[in-house]
């Protein structure tokens, strides 16, 4: 009975994200993305454990059209079912999403005015068009200026010192001041301390959280939720330690903010930095840490510098950088990054993941990485 009720428990869990709770992109209209890895088994449902249905080849540009779970449903010629998102990047989205978008940012009443304006966002994505569903140009750091062209809803169209022409979101500029705030000074923020972490605003995502346990560990039932919780506890302790200032997505068992909520957190609060606290899965057996990133110009430097201090030594091997197409990654206009920090479904990792020395050991890693990321 004991074993039936572990069995049934564990087939829920698996399909529980290891990454994120249910979120769809239809919404925002199916893309095009391409594959990256040298096979990918598609499955009849978006769960490790499913029916593999085919395969696809790397290279291979498929049609995206839902997700969950940090799965993404897909078609590519005859064969149509479920992949694992990190293995695929986005290439494009498609005209339906580019009209949903547009609409949905022509309802805003707010508007900028044209002329020069500085970004005051730590770090600013330049879109492709006015909405999240449009590829990502390129980026924008703190203090940039810019001139803006146009405005619809809450997005404004602009032009960099470079030449570069895109979109951003209206927020994150000021200086061609939005309509009612007069100059423009209420976008402004505090001057700060560069070359250190401190004074820096870190925001830490314990992942999961209230009636998502996340991954289930396979030998001692482990909850994932507990884990990344404990962990980005200590995080927060080493972070403040070096006089950083910290904020928490959720900071109780009993929380499950969505994910387009702890987005929101780090972009209202114009942190500098943004880490999202995992503990992994796998129906094969492997082992140690892996660090995600999205953007190559926004993501890529932060996540190679955790990672760097990751394989350094905490008691796990680290298997390095990998591109993951995820929700708390993709629509985060910080520097942001996705750590897990061992596989649950391992023995080996579950036995050591749950110790105080081991999450401790990764959480300095993580707060020394945010340290060189920042110096």
Known sequence: MKK????????????????????????????????????????????????????????????????????????????????????????????????????????????????????????????????TGYKVLGSLKEGDPVTVQLSQGDWAKIRTSGGEVGWVAGQYI????????????????????????????????PGHGGSDPGMLGTSFDTMEKDLSLQTSFYVRDYLAAKGARVELTRTRDDQKPSLSRRVQIGQQLRADAFVSIHYNSSPKKVSGTLTFFYSENNDLRLARSIENRLRQGIGLKSNGLSFGDYHILRENSLPATLVELGFLTNRSDESIVRTASYQKKAAKAIAEGLADYFE
């Open 174 to 205: 000021a200086g061609g001041s939005r309509s009612g705030t007069g100059n423009g000074s209420s976008g402004s923020v505090n001057a700060k301390s560069s070359g250190s972490i401190r004074g820096k605003l870190v925001v830490i995502d």
């Open 4 to 131: 039936t009720l572990s069995a049934a428990i564990l087939a829920v869990t698996l399909s529980l994200s290891v990454l994120q709770p249910p979120e769809s992109v239809n919404a925002a209209g199916a893309y095009t993305a391409k594959v990256y890895a040298s096979s990918l088994n598609v499955r009849s449902e978006p769960a490790a454990g499913s029916t593999v249905t085919g395969s696809l080849n790397s290279g291979a540009v498929v049609t995206v059209s839902d997700e969950q779970h940090g799965w993404l449903k897909v078609r590519a010629g005859s064969v149509s079912g479920w992949v694992a998102g990190y293995y695929l990047k986005r290439t494009g989205g498609t005209a339906s999403a580019a009209t949903a978008s547009a609409k949905a940012s022509s309802k805003s009443s707010s508007s900028l005015n044209k002329g020069i304006a500085r970004v005051t966002a730590s770090s600013l994505r330049i879109r492709g068009g006015p909405g």
